[in-house]
């Protein structure tokens, strides 16, 4: 019997003859001999098969295959110092197991990004798209493991909601049953605060949904979101958190993805230099430095992308803000005990003009201050009543954060924009595929 092996295994099988089972990726040929580039999903091989080696009509059916035909090949697993990968399988059989349309649509030069997006249930196949959805699997791998090793208890949150948690004009309204309207969630957070008066420390892991009519390179209409909470926290410990946590998720993912990262041209010497401590401001000096560097800002304004990357650039690791001022953030943050004007929130801003991809912090404690927060912002008391009991019934100071996968992940990959980033990206203009 000739083992089945997938291309990650190849190092295990080297000099002996294997089954490949994928698909026919690219095709040279020189002469005699035909270069039949194969991908099985976990990799590319080049596998080189020469006219003598199989029958005449085995050759000529590998050098007509269409491009993306379904393929089973058998062949000798050879080390190769130069070959991507390491490896190449000198081919003895070839077998089409479906063969493609002729005309598929992905050839291998450039397509412009609309046609690409179109194409995303076969552009995900390719290259840097390929590569990044790997990097995206270990990102949540390296995610997961963190949490669980620190002792957070996973709880995750619901979907459908009865109400905001991220201001009221981002909302997402669906048809419930009996003339009933639900939300799709902006963020389990609400959700994890009680969780964490059940098991101490939780997080939530799943999509989240934003109406933002924004179509800037950040913004996703559906995207994951991480949101570890804390029950006796403070705004120390969540930025104490948040700092071991980005450190160790991008070290980990140097560490899983060397050959993505490569595929991807990542610069990882600056993903190398993400260590502790990070660098950590009050809203007031990070206004303070866009003045210095003559950049029009009014005090009590919110950072734009023009400002966060004018900060971030700054330092050469993912920077703090913290102590924003209240009346742009969240109903659910404590003020500051030192200055009431001010919130105790904090955001992560990555390096390299990636903007913010972590928000929290410290959560408002008090039940008469949030029955005025809820007044205040205009929401409806009565869909509150179970967070106001969290306050009721042995309230603590706690908090927690939200970190966007996809902006972590462009961040870490270099990609330009977060479409790239998930699988099939909803955004403003798109929900097709
Ligand atoms: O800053 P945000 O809105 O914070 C919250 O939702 C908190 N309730 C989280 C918490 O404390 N548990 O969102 C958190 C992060 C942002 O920093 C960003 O990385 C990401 O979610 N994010 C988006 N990513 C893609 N597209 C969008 N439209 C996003 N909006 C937020
Ligand atoms: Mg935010």
Redesign the pocket.
Known sequence: MIPVVSLDQFDRYVDQEIQLQGWLYNRRSKGKILFLILRDGTGIVQGVMGKKDVPDEVFEQAAHTPYESSVIVRGIVKKDKRAPGGFELWLKDFQVQRPAQPDYPISLKEHGPDFLLSHRHLWIRHGKAHATLKVRDKLIQAIRRYFAQQGFVNVDAPIFTPSA??GTTTLFEVDYFDDQKAYLT????LY?EAAAMAFGKVYCFGP?F?A?K?KTR????E?W?V?P?MAYATLDDVMDLAEDFVYQIVQEVLETCPRELELLERDVEKLKKVRPPFPRLRYDEAVELLHKKGMEFSWGDDFGAPHETAISQEFDKPVLIHRYPAAIK?FYMKPDPQDPRLALGV?MLAPEGYG??????ERADSLEFLEQQIQKHGLRKEDFEWYLDLRRYGSVPHG?????L???LAWICGNHH?RECIPFPRMMTRIYP
């Not at 902006?186 to 957070?189: E, P, T």
């Not at 913010?356 to 912090?361: D, F, L, P, R, S």
């Open positions: 948690c991220e902006q963020s389990g957070q994890m989240t934003r933002e924004s950040r913004h996703l209409s995207f979101m949101e909470e969240a955001d913010e991809i972590i928000g929290g912090g927690g954060f939200g970190l966007g996809e902006r972590t977060v």
